[in-house]
């Protein structure tokens, strides 16, 4: 319900201390004993609540459930995420999104799950989301840009999400351009970049990020159990995901801003800094079927990676699958 909403925000934004019925009562504007019953079945719901007498209630811990409340509680952003569209189980968030951009969507429009039971990469892939483990999100954003600077938002998301990993787990992972995020040569993140335009502009970009997060291998499908890991495979403990969601949409909000007001250029570097791919030798398979092998010389200011061949030549690639050469 929507107090009781209310009452999980105000204890986690007053975590540290206690506080008291009353002012509980005061702030939401309904009895203390409808705060009390409203404590009562936060416990139910796995909530740990101390309750002291003449000093109230403090947030002690919190299950590793999403809902609305909980993100919402610990959000620093000014308006990402503001708007949040949070189900248990959907087929996918990016589908939601999708319709609801198509519907209109104000900018910033978050769609959440716990559960994808139809989870999209690209190409017509699927991305295995189970229930509870992951992130499973699909940002709406409106950009006032051409439709070709859209990749560009695969390149900072992508390092929104790395910052926002190291700033959660202290691991340091890595970018194989375009869209993957990897630890130790392991795919943990995946970034799906949509849009949706009118002649040459864009009306909505809608990006999918999904994270393995407290997921153990064991219960990776049989394909995925050499190519994918999780974070808490990796750093040998579990984490908040909703502290997660909070910095990713916060560095993404950051990003974002740095992006409207001065360009790619800051997104560039630290997108090159993360970026396994640059300065080797890879294979570049293209969605029509060609290859093109050659030295990764970096990104340009659009986000298409440039490799050069045998023979000098430089290529764009706009959009493929890599693989990192072992020579
Ligand atoms: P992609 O096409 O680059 O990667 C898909 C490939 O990744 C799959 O073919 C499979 O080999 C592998 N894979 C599938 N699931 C996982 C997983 N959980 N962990 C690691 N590897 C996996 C990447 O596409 C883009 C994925 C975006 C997913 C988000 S989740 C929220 C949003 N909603 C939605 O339906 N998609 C996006």
């Not at 139910?44 to 999403?66: C, F, M, W």
């Not at 809608?206 to 219960?219: F, Q």
Request: some cysteine.
């Amino acid at each position: 319900s929507k107090t009781k909403n209310h009452i999980l925000k105000l204890l986690f934004k007053n975590r540290n201390d206690y506080i008291s019925g009353q002012k509980i009562s005061d702030e939401i504007g309904c009895s203390r004993t409808a705060v009390w019953k409203h404590i009562k079945e936060l416990e139910n719901e796995g909530y740990t609540i101390a309750s002291v007498h003449k000093r109230g209630y403090k947030l002690i811990d919190a299950p590793d459930q999403l809902s609305e409340a909980k993100i919402y509680a610990g959000l620093t952003t000014k308006t990402l995420g503001h708007h949040l569209v949070y189900q248990d189980e959907i087929p996918s968030t990016q589908k939601k999104a999708q319709h609801l951009a198509e519907d209109g969507a104000e900018e910033g429009t978050v769609v959440l799950a716990d559960e994808q039971t139809s989870g999209r990469g690209r190409l017509g892939r699927s991305w295995h989301s189970p229930k509870g483990t992951g992130i499973w999100m699909s940002l709406i954003i409106r950009p006032d840009i051409p439709i070709h600077k859209a990749p560009q938002f695969t390149l900072l998301t992508a390092v929104a999400v790395v910052k926002a990993v190291k700033h959660v787990t202290g691991l340091d992972c890595e970018i194989k351009w375009p869209n993957d995020i990897l630890y130790k040569g392991k795919k943990f993140v995946g970034i799906l970049t949509e849009l949706q335009a009118e002649a040459a502009d864009v009306k909505a970009i809608i990006v999918g990020i999904g994270i393995n997060v407290n997921a153990a291998i064991d219960d990776f499908p049989e394909e995925l159990k050499d190519i994918a890991t999780s974070l808490r495979a990796e750093a040998g403990t579990a984490f908040d995901r909703a502290e997660l969601i909070q910095e990713i949409l916060k560095a993404f909000e950051d990003l974002y801003k740095s992006y409207m007001d001065e360009g790619f250029g800051l997104i560039k570097l630290l997108w090159e800094s993360y970026a396994i791919s640059l300065g080797r030798q890879i294979y570049a398979r293209t969605a029509n079927g060609t290859v093109v092998q050659g030295l990764a010389q970096g990104i340009n200011d659009e986000g298409v990676l440039l490799l050069k061949d045998k023979d000098g030549k430089i290529h764009k690639i706009y959009s493929a699958d890599i693989e990192i050469s072992s020579q």
